[in-house]
């Protein structure tokens, strides 16, 4: 679970969504099995959702703990599944539930968490076997992440990494769609004042 | 007026293509001109770039064979076991109170395979259960209380208790450390005659343990519950409120507890009221 070689961009393309793969009546049927406990189709639904989930639980509680929230989320997606009512979609309805959970967690025990997040970086990059193949700049990314609020890390990776647009990012938010290019703003030039006072030119 | 602060608000909406058509243009020709504006451009997309680059990759399936047993037994048990306030007992009586019907009235044989008629028995008879918990206040004992006047219930002492069942209550041979018995209060139900204990915490919380001799197993309606060992013995669990009712079969007996903080605690009632 923590291996730090880069993945190829071809993996982190965000954009082979549910109704892409799935078609409707087949998700329909995989949620209601799911929901009533079929193993089965739990795993399906696991398996669709779980990549993307399990990045944007990492990026937003750290390395360490990402285990143990995404063991949560997926408890809690299964328990909750018989009240998706197909309004959004099932990604969407999943992430939110995933973002807000790894929020709650950092709340709930924000020092330890943070620390926990510190030292898990620190651990990982002193004797991390695959380090070498992470690039210095990554390191510096993941100390400059650190410095910036949960929030901040998720409308970030949502953005980059997922790509998301404003408005499914103000729906996995629950936030208004005007207000996501100015939390951008802020997320991005905190970052780069974190990344600059650690050495890192654009 | 395009000046710098106009563009510095536009920044991400610029960089993530969420400009229309006209911002797009003047914020592009203010940045022909302008070294500042153009280099923050720069320095954003460089920490998307950075981002994607360094993004870890991940292994799922590993996740998927921690997570799958625990999906069971997690309904149950990811209840925080938070103290219970005073009054516990209506928020899990409100919610349970179909569940605790059910199980009473399941006993009518026709039940079992009638489900509508069990249904409309179970409806006309939960809005009375309500009624009996709105009544209530803020003590388990008003709820005994209520229950008591609903099926000509009385409060026992032990040995009056057993005369009046024609055996000796598990609960009264040995209860958890940390519980004490307050009171047993017999009631006639329509399926049988039961007792109920109320059992308090040393934190001054309590909880509800029923008892009948019981043939048949006890169900929870249509309501999700759970089957899970306990001690050594097959409990059906249904979670209501934060809190748990659990139905387990104890030799000839049938116990139910309504007010479980968590499966623990569960587990330590079937054990040492095992017969
Ligand atoms: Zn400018």
Redesign the interface.
Known sequence: ???????N?K??TPHATLSESVSIDDLKLWVRSAAA?D?EY??RI??LL??RI??VI?KIVG?SDA?DV???F???L??KLDQFRFESSLETWAHRMAVNQSLQYLRKSNREAQRAFKVALETEMSEDPNRQN??D??EI??FAMEKISGEQRAI??M???EGL??EAIASVLGIPEGT???R??KA?KE??TS?IQLGWE? | MINCDWIEERLSAYIDNELDAKERTDFESHCDHCNACRATIVEFQAIGTLMRQSEASVDTNSLWEQVAPRLDSDRIVSIPSKPLPKNWIYAVLVTAASVSLIWFFARNPSSDHDAGEASHEHAALAVDFQEVIRAAKSEPKVAIAKLVSKYQGKELDIKATESYLGYEPAVFKSIPEGFTRVSTHVLNMPCCKCSASICERNDGTSLILFEHKDEQPVWFGSLPSIETQCSGKTCKIIEAAGQLAVSWKNNDRQLTMIGANDIAEVNQWVASTKL
């Open positions: 679970m923590q291996q730090s070689e880069s993945s961009s993996k982190l406990g193993r739990q795993k696991y398996e779980a990549s399990y990045r990492r390395t285990d995404m063991q949560d997926v408890i809690q299964f328990s992470q690039s700049e990554a990314l993941n970030l990776h953005k980059e990494v647009g404003y996501v290019g100015s951008l703003n991005r970052l780069r990344l654009a």
